[in-house]
């Protein structure tokens, strides 16, 4: 090719270059646990990316979303795929505690942000060289231990039994539980585990009933849950049971039937969204997303869990403009900005609390991100205490 055809294309291929780079779409990778022992869980999780917006600042928007089957390994896998083939500019995932944590070095490596829909503080914090790129949406397992302490203290309980995942969700809810109990006086006379896929707890339980506490907390996350207070009742254990904010949707209500009345848990106030005051700054946003998951997939069908999914949407439609400022999706420096952006969001209504983060705080919820709740009649019970 002559230079006098070069000089007379380039300017055109530069032209169609930087238009190519400011129509670029962002794309976002996602992997749920949808199927596996944390599918009831993972699968409103899912459900929810339908419902995302398509546009954000006149990008179009992608979802490339992948199931985990609630697997460690598999989680990683899909990460990388995301990152090195589909290109995408942020992941969202996983569901659960185990897969988010061994998905961050991945995200680290590649600088690309993530944000995950686990529970456990350990997923941001502290936020070091490697965690700088990550953010999730649900509550700390400290916010809401919070609420267990002080709703055990004030019922006067005095001795407390533990049951918990043998894996990263259970023993980051025994080291928060643990440390709360002791400053309210706590008496813990049993910890125990067991596997999501257990089909039986019978030993674990022998040795708690034996030891005769005042209350049992359970620390597990979806339908797996359930099999240790079924195992208590069984038993004949007359106590006082509380579960924690990794039971709170319908699946778990249903698998666990009778066996949890009366029991107490803390939740964000997704769950409990209609029954807020109309003066709880949390209400709106609540009922924005309960309204419109359950329209696309009928009455009574929304989940606190694609409430995270709903969060980390709203995260990404706050931040993707700012970012845009800057560079455009596709690019390493799309990738910076967005992670910047993030970081910098103040004031988001989202369907579980309002978030402030802040390069200490890749979380960025308070204490208004959670209310306690009964299961009665088998039903949710917004707890009185808390409707303020």
């Known amino acids: 090719m002559n230079k006098k055809l070069i000089g007379t294309l380039l300017p055109t291929l530069l032209s169609l270059a930087f238009a190519t780079s400011a129509t670029a779409q962002i794309k976002v990778g996602v992997t749920v646990s949808a199927t ?24 179009t928007v992608e979802y490339i979303v992948l199931d985990d089957a609630s697997d460690t390994t598999t989680a990683v896998k899909n990460t990388r795929r995301l990152i090195s083939e589909d290109k995408v500019d942020v992941v969202i995932g996983s569901t659960v505690t185990p897969n988010s944590l061994a998905m961050i ?50 019922a006067g309980i005095k001795t407390v039994a533990f049951i918990g995942f ?15 109990a002791e400053v309210r006086r706590l008496n813990l006379v049993a910890n125990e585990r067991f596997a999501r896929s257990d089909t039986s707890v019978t030993g674990q339980v022998l040795k708690i009933v034996g030891a005769n506490p005042d209350a049992v907390l359970i620390a597990g996350s979806g339908t797996p849950a359930a099999l240790p207070q079924k195992a208590l009742k069984e038993r004949g254990y007359k106590g006082v049971i509380y ?16 066996d949890c009345e009366g029991t107490f848990l803390p939740s964000g106030p997704l ?35 694609g409430g995270h999914a709903w969060d980390a949407g709203r995260l990404l ?11 455009q999706p596709g690019t390493p420096e799309f990738r910076k900005a967005l992670r910047d952006a993030l970081e910098g969001i103040k004031n988001l209504p989202v369907s579980h609390g309002i978030v402030n983060m802040g390069p200490n705080d890749h979380l960025g919820l308070d204490q208004r991100a959670r209310v306690m709740v009964q299961i009665a009649g088998g039903k949710w019970k917004l707890l009185g205490s808390d409707n303020k």
Not at 111 to 129: C, L, W, Y
Not at 166 to 180: H, I, N, Q, V
Not at 243 to 258: E, I, M, P, S
Not at 289 to 302: F, L, Q, R
């Open 36 to 59: 596996g022992p944390a599918a009831s869980l993972g699968i409103p999780e899912k459900n929810t990316f339908a419902l995302m917006p398509k546009e954000i600042a006149g990008k």
């Open 105 to 154: 070095d991945v995200a680290a490596e590649s600088q690309t942000p993530m944000i995950s829909m686990a529970a456990s503080a350990a997923i941001v914090e502290p936020v070091d060289a490697r965690r700088k790129w990550v953010f999730k949406t649900p509550q700390n397992d400290s916010h809401m231990a919070t609420a267990i302490t002080e709703h055990m203290a004030n």
């Open 166 to 180: 043998a894996d990263a969700y259970g023993e980051g809810w025994f080291r928060e539980f643990s440390k709360l």
């Open 243 to 258: 579960q924690t904010h990794g039971v709170a949707n319908n699946d778990f209500l249903r698998v666990c039937g009778k």
């Open 271 to 305: 769950l409990v969204a209609e029954q807020l005051p109309a003066s709880n700054p949390i209400k709106n946003s609540a009922m924005t997303y309960k309204t419109a998951y359950e329209k696309a997939y009928g009455p009574g069908t929304v989940s606190t869990f």
């Open 317 to 327: 439609a706050a931040a993707a403009p700012e970012a845009l400022k800057q560079a």
